[in-house]
């Protein structure tokens, strides 16, 4: 009978993070059935296991408990092998991940394409295209982690989405993830 290493033993976890609709879901979908990583969507996570503050009548959105949340995910993060998905980065802790992917998308194919889709009203569009021109998600990321672990992947087409997969999946435990945007 052999026995794991302490490398095969370790499967990293991996934040991927991004204003909505740039294509977040779709990566960890992929990366979760292929890498058979266990994916954490936090919104559904707080939906699911009652971990909201309050509701937001002018954006139309619930306000997830932060506190409650990391209480929920602190047990699942030390057994590694997961990729937690948020639009939303600087309450996670460093030391939960290896790396942190940002996904960022044209304001044109983000509008269009993808919000617009979902139904948001005027005031929650208005707010989440001007998050993505001014790059808070990927500020956000870059102030609350170390820069050699944050990377910011171009997502606006089917074609970027599979290279980023890609990219993130020829990544090994050790840290040693490729930055796609140069």
Known sequence: ?????EEEECVPNILITGTPATGKSYLCERLAEQ??????????????HNLIEEYDEEYDCPILDEDKLMDYLEPLMQQGGNIVEYHGCD?????WFEAVFVTTCSNTALFFDRLKERNYNDKKLKSNIECEIFGIVLEEAKNSYKSDIVYQLTNETKQEAEENLKAIKNCGPSGAYINVTE
Do not use: D, G, I, Q
Request: charged share 35%; with cysteine.
């Open 1 to 5: 009978m052999s026995t794991k290493t």
């Open 91 to 95: 309450f996670f802790p460093e030391r």
């Open 35 to 48: 890498l058979k990583l266990r994916w954490l969507n936090c919104s559904e996570l707080a939906k699911k």
